[in-house]
């Protein structure tokens, strides 16, 4: 905060007048943030970047560093330590509009008489040059804290940041330059609020549209841990369905607001597993009717759940139908066709997909071509054919990174009884109809037992004895 001080010294000519306004209004920006009382209230947009950017277009650059620092070291900490993160913050923006000021300068953006600033359209390339140079400032300091922080590569870092901050800074650039212009106007700083107030507006929807989608993720990602964490053999598939979904998706065209919800549908698919007791669920002998009825109620428990979140939208509906069949023998109302909905009609592809393909730590996943094989086969009867070609087309183009719940590199046991392959490899390691534990081959029906568990292997080896047929799209 150096870069301030020759402000403060006497004879250094600085407009207190301008310097004390535009820091009280920074200052106003920054305080709701500060108190949790007024969190329902709509004034709290962060950091006000065209405030600060104005602050460089009608100030000297020591005087233009002074502005975000009173608003700074009060404003809001998301962490601990509060008070370093706050003078850490106050330093960071003051070096940052201290030199975004200097290049704004340098360029010719004050006139010479220095009370007003150059006609347009000669202000825009010093202007958009100083918030060019702001934007670079701020992601090398930011970028720099985050690569210490997540321990990743400092390029990395900055050209994340960068990426995501170029085209909103410039935007702030051209409206803190509106601000200036106003300001040095014949009106004066009250026009100045003409531009101001609905920027802040703006800023404050922005933020607010930004916490609530992370919101969002925060409530899928609790739920998903939920579902991890009852039903252990499924982990990490529900994040690769919602993948497989999404690639679907954009080989049939949809937007990009479908898109996210797809994926919603494809993580939270599986989360009726928490209205199922968790005794059927890890079962490791035969089911009753009775318990194959309460797992096929899943679909419904998990529509329950979701029900009430309203950004789900398409999302539930996928929930609900996602083990319905094209051929109307699925469940759990046997709609058949185009009655089954769109989004579940891919995320049952996805779904049947990852299950195939997933290594579990009791039997080997399916290569990729042979999973597909079995999706083209069970097209038209169990899947829909489009949602298959596009899942090709999309591997085709992009391959599977879906990682396994057993890494490459762990050995599945292959128990051997007398002269016979250990269950789920053929004569040469070519994997056979998976155990039933999951239900991975599209041949297999929903209503058979699950094969025991070898004699005094621990809990999830391979069985010793293949079970019955159940059906793809069954991943319990």
């Known amino acids: 905060m ?36 007024l969190g329902s209230v709509p004034i709290s947009a962060g950091s006000f970047f065209p ?68 006609d347009f359209p000669y202000a825009l390339v010093p202007a958009c040059a100083a918030a060019l140079v702001f934007s670079l400032v701020l992601t090398v300091l930011d970028g720099s804290i985050l690569a210490v922080a997540e321990r990743v590569p400092v390029r990395h870092a900055w ?36 531009v101001l107030l609905p920027m802040y507006i703006s ?33 990490g598939h529900s994040e690769r369905v919602g993948h497989a979904s999404v690639l679907i998706a954009r080989e049939l065209g949809m937007d990009r607001g479908r898109l996210e ?52 939208g398409e999302a539930r509906a996928a929930i609900l139908h996602h083990h319905e069949r094209l051929d109307g023998s699925g469940y759990p109302y046997g709609l058949s066709g185009r009655e089954i909905p769109e989004f579940a009609r891919v995320v049952a592809v996805a779904d049947a997909f990852d299950a195939m393909t997933s290594t579990r730590s009791y039997r080997r996943g399916r290569p990729v071509h ?39 590199d762990e050995t599945v046991p292959r128990p051997r ?3 016979a392959e250990a269950p789920g490899t053929g004569d040469a390691g070519t994997p056979l109809p998976p155990s039933p534990r999951d239900g991975t081959d599209a041949r297999y029906r929903p209503d ?6 070898r004699p005094g292997a621990p809990h999830g080896e391979a069985p010793a004895v293949p079970g019955p047929p159940r059906t793809a799209d069954r991943t319990w």
Do not use: N
Not at 10 to 21: E, N
Not at 448 to 453: L, V
């Open 261 to 312: 919800v797809l994926r919603f549908a494809g993580i939270l698919h599986d989360v009726g597993k928490l209205g199922v007791p968790t005794r059927v669920l890890r079962k490791d002998g035969p089911l009753t009717p009775q318990e194959r009825r309460v797992i096929e109620l899943h679909p419904e428990y998990g529509h329950e759940i979701v029900r009430g979140i309203g950004f789900l």
């Open 417 to 419: 009884s007398a002269g």
């Open 370 to 408: 042979a999973a597909l094989a079995e999706l083209k086969r069970c097209a038209g009867t169990q899947f829909d054919p489009r949602m298959v070609r596009a899942l090709v087309r999309a591997l085709d183009r992009h391959g599977w990174p879906g990682t396994p719940s057993v890494t490459a």
């Open 203 to 235: 800023c404050w929807v922005f933020a607010q549209s930004h916490r609530e989608h992370a919101a969002h993720r925060a409530t899928i990602r609790a739920l998903v841990q939920a579902v991890d964490i009852k039903d252990t053999y499924t982990r």
């Open 159 to 194: 050209s994340g940041l960068l990426s995501r901050a170029l085209g909103p800074h410039l935007v702030h650039g051209l409206a803190g330059l509106m601000m200036a212009v106003l300001w040095r106007g014949p009106y004066g700083p009250p026009s100045a609020l003409i």
């Open 2 to 37: 150096t870069c301030g001080l020759p402000a403060l010294r006497p004879g250094a000519g600085t407009p207190w007048a301008t310097l004390g306004l535009l820091t009280g209004l920074y200052l106003v920006c920054e305080l709701p943030g500060r108190w949790p009382f």
């Open 51 to 118: 405030l600060l950017l104005a602050g460089a277009f009608l100030l000297p650059p020591a005087a233009a560093a002074l502005v975000a620092v009173p608003g700074s070291l009060v404003g809001r900490a998301e962490d601990p330590p509060a008070t370093a993160r706050r003078v850490w913050r106050a330093a960071q923006l003051a070096l940052t509009v201290w030199v975004a000021s200097t290049v704004h300068v340098l360029l010719g953006g004050t006139a010479a008489d220095g009370d007003r600033l150059p």
């Open 448 to 453: 058979g037992p699950r094969a025991p568990e």
